[in-house]
């Protein structure tokens, strides 16, 4: 176990963390990021990203972050592949622990540890990760222009999903487990009115069939009041049953909204703890995007640096 102290401490390797630490780099505050249980945070687990402005060919997911982190490296900030346990934010510094028992104090704190979809847990869903199940429309749905794709989930962003797949697919399968949506009344009517769209109701998805060569080739559904069985063939599958943020170690100790967000000032990186930020999918339930998150890192960055010149003073 050892025990250190850096001024500036990123939780989180994704878009948000590798944007706090250039900046934070850059304006010498030599930062350490813990890089977390998913190196590269979410962005990871899609295949292509082709939003992200600067780059007009699509570029991996995982390269689009590598660069980041190299960038990151080049002007000085140190990444420990590791996790963060547990943090005590009543005491200053700051104290983290992580995974392997070491600590790191640090005198400004940003928390970019970001949110993991929700899984739906059944057979073949890990295994076809990126290979014909997504969690993500607006970053996947474009590889299946013109063809069959399959939305699971009754909320905003299963209805979200499916209304944005239907302007791109050829079929969009809307599957739920209930028969009626949680959606608001103005999506729901969107839905309704899509001669595009197919709804599924009372019906749970048992397994993703394919295999890792060929990808997703189809779903098995059961419907739980009749118990019939079917299988249902698609080229793409999304799962949109919601978001959790990471903030169980924040539990207590920073504000969190309803749904575990950390609540931080409209459009800006303060939580309730002065020396404390948050930034990317860990705050923002709302846009999830690489280049909001990557945005919010740096508000995050510039605020930390911010507030450690002044409280240094
Ligand atoms: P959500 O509102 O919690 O809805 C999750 C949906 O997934 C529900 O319909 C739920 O079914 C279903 N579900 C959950 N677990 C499941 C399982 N194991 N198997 C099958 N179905 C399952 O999540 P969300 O749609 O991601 O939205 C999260 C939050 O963001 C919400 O507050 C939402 O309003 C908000 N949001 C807002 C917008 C917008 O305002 N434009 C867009 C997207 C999201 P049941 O209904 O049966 O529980």
Same mark, same amino acid.
């Given at each position: 176990?050892?025990?250190?102290?850096?001024?500036?401490?990123?939780?989180?390797?994704?878009?948000?963390?590798?944007?706090?630490?250039?900046?934070?780099?850059?304006?010498?505050?030599?930062p350490v990021v813990i890089a977390g249980l998913q190196p590269g945070g979410q962005?990871?687990?899609?295949?292509?990203?082709?939003?992200?402005?600067?780059?007009?060919?699509?570029?991996?997911?995982?390269?689009?972050?590598?660069?980041?982190?190299?960038?990151?490296?080049?002007?000085?900030?140190?990444?420990?592949?590791?996790?963060?346990?547990?943090?005590?934010?009543?005491?200053?510094?700051?104290?983290?622990?992580?995974?392997?028992?070491?600590?790191?104090?640090?005198?400004?704190?940003?928390? *970019?540890?970001? *949110?993991? *979809?929700?899984?739906?847990?059944?057979?073949?869903?890990?295994?076809?990760?990126?290979?014909?199940?997504?969690?993500?429309?607006?970053?996947?749905?474009?590889?299946?222009?013109?063809?069959?794709? *399959?939305?699971?989930?009754?909320?905003?962003?299963?209805?979200?999903?499916?209304?944005?797949?239907?302007?791109?697919?050829?079929?969009?399968?809307?599957?739920?487990?209930?028969?009626?949506?949680?959606?608001?009344?103005?999506?729901?009517?969107?839905?309704?009115?899509?001669?595009?769209?197919?709804?599924?109701?009372?019906?749970?998805?048992?397994?993703?069939?394919?295999?890792?060569?060929?990808?997703?080739?189809?779903?098995?559904?059961?419907?739980?009041?009749?118990?019939?069985?079917?299988?249902?063939?698609?080229?793409?599958?999304?799962?949109?049953?919601?978001?959790?943020?990471?903030?169980?170690?924040?539990?207590?100790?920073?504000?969190?909204?309803?749904?575990?967000?950390?609540?931080?000032?409209?459009?800006?990186?303060?939580?309730?703890?002065?020396?404390?930020?948050?930034?990317?999918?860990?705050?923002?339930?709302?846009?999830?995007?690489?280049?909001?998150?990557?945005?919010?890192?740096?508000?995050?960055?510039?605020?930390?640096?911010?507030?450690?010149?002044?409280?240094?003073?």
């Amino acid at each position: 176990m050892t025990q250190k102290h850096t001024r500036l401490l990123i939780l989180g390797s994704g878009p948000a963390g590798y944007t706090a630490a250039i900046y934070g780099a850059r304006a010498s505050l030599e930062p350490v990021v813990i890089a977390g249980l998913q190196p590269g945070g979410q962005i990871t687990t899609t295949s292509f990203v082709e939003n992200y402005p600067g780059f007009p060919e699509e570029i991996a997911g995982t390269e689009l972050v590598s660069r980041m982190q190299e960038q990151a490296e080049r002007f000085g900030a140190r990444i420990i592949y590791d996790t963060a346990v547990s943090v005590d934010l009543s005491v200053r510094p700051f104290v983290c622990t992580l995974d392997s028992g070491d600590v790191f104090s640090c005198d400004a704190l940003i928390v *970019a540890t970001g *949110a993991s *979809a929700r899984m739906l847990g059944v057979e073949g869903e890990a295994a076809l990760r990126g290979k014909g199940v997504s969690y993500c429309a607006t970053c996947d749905g474009f590889f299946y222009r013109k063809k069959k794709v *399959a939305v699971i989930g009754g909320g905003n962003a299963a209805v979200e999903e499916a209304l944005y797949l239907a302007n791109l697919a050829e079929e969009v399968s809307l599957i739920h487990r209930r028969d009626s949506f949680r959606a608001e009344k103005i999506q729901q009517d969107r839905l309704f009115n899509n001669p595009k769209i197919k709804l599924i109701l009372d019906t749970v998805v048992e397994k993703f069939v394919g295999s890792e060569a060929e990808g997703l080739t189809g779903l098995a559904l059961k419907n739980v009041k009749t118990g019939e069985i079917a299988e249902l063939s698609v080229d793409g599958a999304f799962v949109a049953i919601g978001y959790e943020p990471n903030t169980d170690i924040f539990k207590g100790q920073l504000e969190l909204n309803e749904n575990g967000f950390i609540v931080t000032e409209a459009g800006l990186p303060f939580t309730g703890i002065k020396g404390v930020f948050a930034a990317g999918d860990v705050q923002d339930p709302r846009y999830q995007q690489v280049v909001t998150a990557a945005a919010g890192g740096c508000r995050a960055a510039i605020e930390a640096e911010r507030y450690l010149s002044l409280s240094e003073r």
